[in-house]
Every structure is written in structure tokens, then in C-alpha cells.
């Protein structure tokens, strides 16, 4: 049977920077759409319910830690990443399985914690469908750790909100703006009067 991620440090440390961004969120937006990626234990959904989220929506590829979801009261679909969601939102929030394979862990929680060889496989994969499940002016805030190498950010523009360091690791909280329309029409237009001058 498929464990479920059990509270820790990245955790933690991800809710309290939950804490300090969602009021400002609120503070504009008064009833955004949140969707949680890898809801797991349930510690961010009961984060973001303290905080008075009311659109709240979680997913998870384990159907142990959506049922132990839907337990606790909350919105919880099985999906792996986004494949079973049709809707967008306003903030999405993934703590990913970010460690590099480990041949000894125990299948049991290897879905939970390891993210392919070098630990960004869900990652990328994440980045590359997160942007079509974003409303305008949408924004991801994503957990990483220095142990996940070959992380591909593509296009997104990133802010970091903090950083802890632990014994074997730094654990990074980003946040990630998708380039909306416009931003990719001047980026076009440049393209295009550059290549105009080049090419004269």
C-alpha cells in the first residue's frame, strides 16, 4: 500500500511562507481559486483553510492520502498533476517529490518523495502543464531543494520567497508568473524588429 507524505520540515516551511503570502493574495483577490497539487497529509489545505480560502480544491496521485483528505472536509480529486482537472486558478501550490532516486527506499514511499534520477522529473513535467491552468495574472508558488538538478523553468519568472537550510539540504519556495499574452507579444515584436535590422 502506497504511504501518505507525513508532515516535515519542507512542510513546515512551506506553510509558514503560506501564511505570509496568502493575505496579501487575499488582499486582491477576495475569493481566489486554490488548487494544491500532492494535497498528501492535508497540512497546506488545513493551512490555506485557516487563512479563510474558500475555493479550495486538492489533488493527489495516492488515493489513500485523497480519501484521508476528503476525511478531513475537504475538495479532493485523484489526478496525477493536472491530468484530470479542467478548470483554472488563480494560485496553485505543489510540494513536489523533489529527491534524486534512491534504489534502497521502499516502494511504498518512493511516489511521495522521489522525482526520477535527478530529481526533477515531476518538476518539469509540473512546469510544462501548470501554465494552461492559469487564469491571467495567475501565479504558482513552488517548493524545491538544491538536490533537484536540471530543473527547466522555461518561460516563468521567478521570485524567491524564501529559503531554510537543513542538515542535507536547502529547501527554496519560489514564486512563478507564466508570461501572459501581451508579455509574449512585446517579446515577438522585439524578436521581429531584430531580426528586421539583422537581416538589412
Same mark, same amino acid.
Given at each position: 500500500? #502506497?504511504?501518505?507524505?507525513?508532515?516535515?520540515?519542507?512542510?513546515? @516551511?512551506?506553510?509558514?511562507?503560506?501564511?505570509?503570502?496568502?493575505?496579501? %493574495?487575499?488582499?486582491?483577490?477576495? *475569493?481566489?481559486?486554490? #488548487?494544491e497539487v500532492?494535497?498528501?497529509?492535508?497540512?497546506?489545505?488545513?493551512?490555506?483553510?485557516?487563512?479563510?480560502?474558500?475555493?479550495l480544491?486538492?489533488? /493527489?496521485?495516492?488515493?489513500a $492520502?485523497? *480519501?484521508h483528505?476528503?476525511?478531513? !472536509? @475537504?475538495?479532493?480529486?485523484?489526478?496525477?498533476? &493536472?491530468s484530470?482537472?479542467?478548470k483554472?486558478?488563480?494560485?496553485?501550490i505543489?510540494?513536489?517529490?523533489?529527491?534524486p532516486?534512491?534504489? /534502497?527506499?521502499?516502494?511504498?514511499?518512493?511516489?511521495?518523495?522521489? !522525482?526520477?534520477?535527478? !530529481?526533477?522529473?515531476?518538476?518539469?513535467?509540473f #512546469?510544462?502543464? $501548470?501554465?494552461?491552468?492559469?487564469?491571467?495574472n495567475?501565479k504558482?508558488?513552488?517548493?524545491?531543494?538544491? %538536490?533537484?538538478?536540471?530543473?527547466y523553468w522555461?518561460d516563468?519568472?521567478k521570485?524567491? #520567497? !524564501?529559503?531554510k537550510?537543513?542538515? &542535507?539540504?536547502e529547501?527554496?519556495v519560489?514564486?512563478?508568473?507564466a508570461?501572459?499574452?501581451?508579455?509574449?507579444g512585446?517579446?515577438?515584436g522585439r524578436?521581429?524588429?531584430?531580426?528586421?535590422?539583422?537581416?538589412?
Open positions: 500500500m #502506497l504511504e501518505i507524505y507525513p508532515p516535515s520540515d519542507d512542510s513546515y @516551511f512551506l506553510s509558514n511562507i503560506l501564511k505570509k503570502e496568502i493575505p496579501k %493574495l487575499l488582499n486582491k483577490n477576495k *475569493n481566489p481559486g486554490v #488548487l500532492g494535497c498528501g497529509s492535508g497540512v497546506q489545505l488545513s493551512t490555506l483553510k485557516g487563512l479563510e480560502v474558500k475555493s480544491l486538492g489533488l /493527489d496521485i495516492n488515493q $492520502a485523497v *480519501n483528505c476528503r476525511g478531513l !472536509g @475537504f475538495n479532493c480529486i485523484l489526478s496525477d498533476l &493536472f484530470n482537472i479542467k483554472k486558478f488563480d494560485l496553485i505543489f510540494n513536489p517529490p523533489y529527491l532516486e534512491d534504489k /534502497d527506499e521502499p516502494k511504498s514511499s518512493r511516489l511521495a518523495t522521489t !522525482g526520477g534520477k535527478e !530529481g526533477s522529473r515531476i518538476i518539469n513535467k #512546469l510544462k502543464q $501548470a501554465k494552461k491552468h492559469l487564469n491571467e495567475g504558482i508558488i513552488l517548493l524545491t531543494s538544491n %538536490l533537484a538538478k536540471k530543473i522555461k516563468y519568472k521570485k524567491l #520567497l !524564501g529559503k537550510k537543513l542538515f &542535507f539540504e529547501l527554496y519560489w514564486e512563478l508568473n508570461p501572459t499574452d501581451s508579455s509574449l512585446v517579446y515577438l524578436f521581429l524588429i531584430s531580426y528586421k535590422l539583422f537581416n538589412t
